[in-house]
């Protein structure tokens, strides 16, 4: 069963890869977004206040071009261990009272789920799978049934699949 979240209290706690440009603008001004080079160095001394969703939040982006630049061995061995090192390392510095949110614009288009398993995916040209890199094994070791679907609407009728379908929120990574 695919869960979705309408409400804004992903933007201050967990892990999201957000696409929807609406979104990202209630979260964060345009300067205030980190690379992800900066979020690396971050991580050797974490700030005290965030800069995103009023203190509570950490945006990044860079997490597309990292990937496509990657082999698709060498992309599932940096999510899978270097990337996620420090996923964790922000989590445990603010013992999960904290929002890192990814911006990647083309995340819509890029991330596709198999129905019977809901499993997440990236489309990676390199990856050697048709399917791309197995993105919630990756990131969210494999607890994809917690995964949110994050919907711009209202309206409890919105398809999940659909326009309204902004990003993808976990709330903790372990």
């Given at each position: 069963m695919v869960l979705t979240r309408r409400d804004d209290a992903w933007m201050r706690?967990?892990?999201t890869l957000l696409w929807g440009l609406k979104t990202l603008a209630h979260v964060v001004q345009p300067s205030q977004v980190v690379s992800m080079r900066?979020?690396?160095a971050m991580a050797n001394a974490w700030p005290e206040e965030l800069p995103a969703s009023g203190g509570d939040a950490l945006v990044v982006?860079?997490?597309e071009g990292c990937l496509d630049v990657l082999s698709g061995q060498d992309a599932e061995y940096?999510?899978?261990n270097d990337l996620k090192e420090v996923i964790l390392s922000f989590q445990d510095e603010y013992e999960g009272q904290a929002g890192l949110i990814f911006w990647i614009p083309s995340g819509r288009n890029r991330i596709s789920m198999t129905g019977a398993s809901e499993e997440y995916?990236?489309?990676h040209s390199a990856s050697g799978s048709g399917r791309g890199l197995h993105i919630g094994r990756l990131l969210?070791?494999?607890?994809?049934k917690?995964?949110?679907?994050l919907l711009d609407s209202e309206d409890s009728g919105t398809d999940y699949d659909g326009k309204a379908w902004v990003g993808l929120h976990h709330p903790r990574i372990s």
């Open positions: 706690r967990g892990f900066q979020f690396f982006s860079g997490f940096w999510a899978e995916y990236w489309k969210w070791s494999g607890a994809e917690e995964i949110e679907r």
